[in-house]
């Protein structure tokens, strides 16, 4: 059965560099979003994707977010200058009909 | 905007317990509703969802969730854990007509006693 996949599985980063999660969907799949999860807290939606623009995003999606499909496979979440506070879990899911496929996640650690 | 409740953070069972968990949302429209799953270091997976039909939904190993509509919950229940449902289990809801993101609840830890 296919699976979403991600990579890095871990990133550990320098506050104020620019990292890029990725992300390959489910082949069929036509929506994708990113979500978060700070240790501790709820998992908390960043944005969503179809037909290559974002169809919306939260209050946490500011600036220094943005996504891009570039070549129709790969989904990336850039963050342009991080923070420590962007320490995070990052999910990356598809969704099938009404039902969201989530990829194993990328643990940001920001020094 | 919508939200999800769940009021056990850590739930200790020993096996064979029953078990149930609680999950309230707050949306005053139609909804999608889900119960995922998160072992120890794995990702987020799909246990069982409600989108109409049947308030009483089954899922995978044993799980089964009930949609009460004029309570707003749709609680978890699995009749006899075992060891090996030790994870973390979160509620989320969709909403219908939007970009159809969730909204997680907080979490449950259950851990189950050999």
């Known amino acids: 059965e296919p699976e979403v996949t991600q990579t890095p599985s871990h990133q550990v980063t320098q506050m104020g560099q620019e990292v890029i999660l990725r992300c390959v969907p489910i082949?069929?799949?036509?929506?994708f979003y990113w979500y978060r999860q700070i240790l501790g807290q709820k998992v908390e939606f960043l944005v969503s994707?179809?037909?290559?623009?974002?169809?919306?995003k939260s209050e946490i999606f500011d600036d220094q977010f943005s996504v891009e499909r570039p070549d129709g496979s790969n989904f990336t979440l850039k963050i342009r200058s991080t923070k420590l506070e962007d320490s995070a879990m990052y999910f990356c899911?598809?969704?099938?009909?009404?039902?969201?496929?989530f990829g194993p996640g990328t643990r940001l650690l920001v020094l | 905007a919508q939200s999800v409740s769940q009021h056990n953070h850590h739930v200790i069972l020993s096996e064979a317990a029953s078990l149930e968990l609680g999950c309230n949302y707050s949306y005053g429209g139609t909804v999608n509703l889900f119960w995922y799953v998160q072992y120890p270091g794995q990702h987020l997976q799909l246990l069982l969802k409600y989108f109409s039909g049947d308030p009483l939904v089954k899922g995978i190993k044993g799980f089964e969730a009930e949609f009460i509509k004029s309570k707003f919950s749709f609680n978890l229940r699995k009749p006899s854990v075992q060891w090996s449902d030790t994870a973390e289990y979160f509620c989320a809801v969709n909403a219908h007509g939007s970009a159809r993101q969730l909204t997680f609840g907080s979490g449950t830890q259950l851990t189950v006693l050999p």
């Open positions: 899911s598809g969704r099938a009909e009404e039902t969201q496929y």
């Open positions: 994707f179809y037909n290559n623009e974002i169809s919306e």
């Open positions: 082949s069929n799949h036509l929506y």
